[in-house]
C-alpha cells in the first residue's frame, strides 16, 4: 500500500473524469468532479437520471477507476491501484448499501454479518456481528432469515454488515428506495443514530428530497459535473417531522433541495 498520508478527508478526489469507449463513440459522463467529505460528514448526491450518480459512487467504492485524475481515500492515492489492491481497500474502508438490500436467502442475520469479516480473517466474528446487529435494534433477531424480516428489517442486517468491519465510510445507492415511507424513516433513523453517536461518515445517493432533507449536505450532479454543493441549513430528525403528503408541500421541498433547473428536468 502506497504510504498515507495525514489528513482530515475521508474522501478526497480531484478534478475526476470518466470516459466510457461506446464502439467509436467516447462517451464522457463525469467531466471534472472536485469532492472532499471530511470524517463524520452525511452528505447526499442527487441529480437527474444520467447525471454519472452511480458512476460517482463507483469511483468512490473502489468498485471502478476515474479515466483521469486523482482519488485519496484516507489519505491514500487508489486511482491508479491494481483490481487487487482495490479489493482490499473496498473489504477495509468500505461499507455498502443497496436498494435492493443484497442479502442472502437462507443465511440468518448474524452469519450475514459476519460475512465480511471473514473475508477480512478477522478474529470475534460472532461477537462483533452481534454488537453490529444490536446497534441497529436487532438484538433480538439474530437469527431471522431474510424472509422472516421486514423491509426495514432486512435493511438494517445490511447495515450491520456494511459497519461490521468499521470502514472509513459508508456508500449507500437509494437505500431507502425500496421502502415504504415508515420502514424508510426507520432506516434512516439508524444512520441518523450511527453518523451521530460513531461519527461514521455516510455518503447516499437519493432521488428522495424529502430523505436528502435529513442529511447534512447536498452535492448536486448535473451531465457529470457538480453544479451545486450547499450544507443543509436545519436537517431534519428522521421520525419527527411527518412527511408532508400535499402537493404543495412537496412543491416546497423540491425547491428548497434542488437548486437551479426546472422540477422537471429532475424526474
Ligand atoms: P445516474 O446514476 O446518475 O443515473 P450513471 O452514472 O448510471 O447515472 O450513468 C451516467 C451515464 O453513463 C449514462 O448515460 C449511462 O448510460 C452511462 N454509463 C454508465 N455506465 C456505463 C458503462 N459501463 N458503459 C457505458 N456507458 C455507461
Ligand atoms: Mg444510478
Redesign the pocket.
Known amino acids: 500500500m502506497p504510504e498515507k498520508k495525514n489528513t482530515q478527508w475521508v474522501i478526497d478526489v480531484r478534478q475526476i473524469t470518466k470516459t466510457?469507449q461506446?464502439g467509436s463513440v467516447k462517451?464522457q459522463?463525469l467531466r471534472g468532479i472536485d469532492l472532499k467529505v471530511a470524517k463524520g460528514e452525511f452528505v447526499s448526491i442527487m441529480?437527474?437520471?444520467?447525471?454519472?450518480?452511480?458512476?460517482?459512487?463507483?469511483i468512490l467504492g473502489a468498485l471502478d477507476q476515474p479515466t483521469s485524475g486523482k482519488y485519496y481515500l484516507d489519505g491514500v492515492d487508489v486511482s491508479q491501484m491494481s483490481e487487487a489492491e482495490l479489493a482490499r481497500v473496498r473489504n477495509r474502508k468500505i461499507g455498502f448499501v443497496f436498494q435492493n438490500f443484497n442479502l442472502l436467502k437462507r443465511t440468518e442475520a448474524i452469519r450475514q454479518v459476519e460475512l465480511p469479516l471473514m473475508y477480512a480473517g478477522v478474529p470475534n466474528r460472532t461477537k462483533r456481528a452481534k454488537a453490529a446487529l444490536e446497534a441497529v435494534g436487532l438484538g433480538a433477531r439474530l437469527n431471522h432469515l431474510p424472509s422472516e424480516l421486514s423491509g426495514g428489517q432486512q435493511q438494517r442486517v445490511a447495515i450491520a454488515r456494511a459497519i461490521v468491519t468499521e470502514p472509513s465510510v459508508i456508500l449507500a445507492d437509494e437505500p431507502t428506495g425500496n421502502l415504504d415511507s415508515r420502514s424508510g424513516t426507520e432506516v434512516m433513523q439508524i444512520f441518523q443514530r450511527l453518523n451521530r453517536e460513531q461519527k461514521i461518515t455516510t455518503i447516499f445517493?437519493t432521488h428522495d428530497p424529502w430523505i436528502a432533507r435529513h442529511t447534512d449536505r447536498v452535492v448536486m450532479?448535473r451531465d457529470?459535473r457538480i453544479v451545486a454543493d450547499q450544507k443543509v441549513k436545519a436537517p431534519l430528525k428522521a421520525g419527527e417531522v411527518e412527511r408532508p403528503t400535499e402537493a404543495e408541500e412537496l412543491q416546497g421541498v423540491f425547491e428548497e433541495v434542488y437548486y437551479g433547473g426546472k422540477r422537471e428536468e429532475y424526474n
Open positions: 466510457y461506446m462517451l459522463v441529480g437527474p437520471s444520467g447525471s454519472g450518480k452511480s458512476t460517482l459512487m463507483n445517493v450532479l457529470g
